[in-house]
């Protein structure tokens, strides 16, 4: 979308949000920017005097340190009756689904008829799923398309400015993600740091504040790193092992250590593929680029994402995976990056 189309999708959203009093707030699995967009289309909603619920399918403990985490409603969203709100707010959701455990990911989830839905994304998106989508790639993170549509109708308080931050911080990896991380996402940002948001307190916990089992996690995922060439091909690939730990699932900033300190560090590699099988024969996938844009690689596994960190959850063996994988990479003609 060009600045022209999302201006124009501001100033409706901005209409529609004034018209309906009740909504419900939903995001994607656990990362920074989920978590933090929600708490902060929260507040900006209970600033503008609306009713609002904000759920999560899944437990998000780990970011308790988010001014307002109390306002999650931990419940699977399968089971959450969305028919009784007048509008639901999507943040950074390619697609429904994203809100619902990674199980019910594989069919279709249903929107109920007659419920207004605002998207809030920064994802490559093929159709939009909302009524009213804010979705451009130009965007650091959901967080920023809060910003850019809420901001002169809402105080920016401590928690806001904190919430707003944290989600970019999260997403750019602190602003190391050089195609995302714009002249305008940089001013965000200041004016945040401006606006009393807990710059340090949002460091400490992304970056420096891994449970030792979370760090056993990924040592035991390093010591298996391997690197490989296929057709064009260089790529370093590593497999988490939740079960052995003692989790179920694995999040992205668990599995930050492994694959945005090390395995991504690797010279001479086009890209990184992380994987972690979960229960049930599910497998979770994670592509991060280095030379080649890795989203068609998402894409072609069901998933997609962005064009330099995509993923996909798939329901084959993790043998049948990288034999897949090594097939599409023989004639695979990935974009190369250019900035
Ligand atoms: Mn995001």
């Known amino acids: ?3 022209k189309e999302l201006a124009e999708i501001k100033q409706a959203i901005l209409k ?18 989920a978590i933090a967009s929600g708490l902060a289309m929260e507040e900006v909603l209970e600033q503008l005097g609306k009713n609002v619920k ?8 780990d970011y308790s340190y988010l001014p307002r985490s109390e306002k999650y409603i931990h419940q699977d969203i399968a089971s959450v009756d969305l028919s009784i709100f007048e509008c639901l707010i999507f943040l950074d959701c390619a697609s429904p689904e994203r809100v619902l455990l990674p199980h019910a990911r594989i069919e279709e ?9 605002i998207n809030i994304d920064h994802h490559e998106t093929k159709e939009p799923f909302g009524d009213l989508n804010y979705i451009s790639t130009s965007l650091s993170s959901s967080s920023e398309g809060i910003y850019d549509i809420f901001k002169d109708k809402v105080k920016l308080t401590p928690s806001l400015s904190t919430n707003l931050l944290a989600a970019i911080i999260g997403d ?6 050089t195609a995302i991380t714009t002249p305008k996402t940089l001013r965000i940002a200041a004016d945040l740091i401006e606006n009393n948001a807990k710059h340090k307190l949002i460091i400490q916990n992304i970056f420096y504040s891994f449970a030792e089992k979370v760090v056993d996690l990924n040592i035991d995922a390093i010591k298996n790193i391997k690197v490989k060439q296929v057709g064009k091909y260089r790529y370093a690939y590593a497999t988490f092992n939740p ?10 900033d668990q599995r930050a250590l492994t694959q945005e ?13 992380v994987i972690t099988p979960l229960e049930d024969g599910i497998i979770k996938l994670s592509f991060r680029s280095s030379n080649v844009y890795v989203r068609p690689i998402g894409e072609h596994f069901g998933g997609g994402g962005h064009n330099e960190a995509a993923g996909a959850t798939i329901n084959m063996t993790e043998k049948e995976f990288w034999q897949k994988l090594e097939k599409y990479l023989e004639t695979a003609e990935l974009p190369e990056i250019k900035n």
């Open 1 to 3: 979308m060009n600045q």
């Open 243 to 252: 079960k052995k730990f003692g989790f179920t699932d694995v999040t992205r």
């Open 54 to 61: 904000l759920y999560t399918s899944y437990d998000v403990e």
């Open 172 to 177: 750019t990896d602190c602003f190391k993600h």
């Open 109 to 117: 989830f249903k929107l109920p008829d007659n419920v207004f839905v």
């Open 16 to 33: 529609k949000v004034e018209e309906f009093d009740t909504f419900a707030c939903l995001v994607s699995d656990p990362d920074e920017d």
């Open 261 to 273: 300190n090390v395995i991504r560090t690797i010279k001479g590699i086009d890209f990184s593929i």
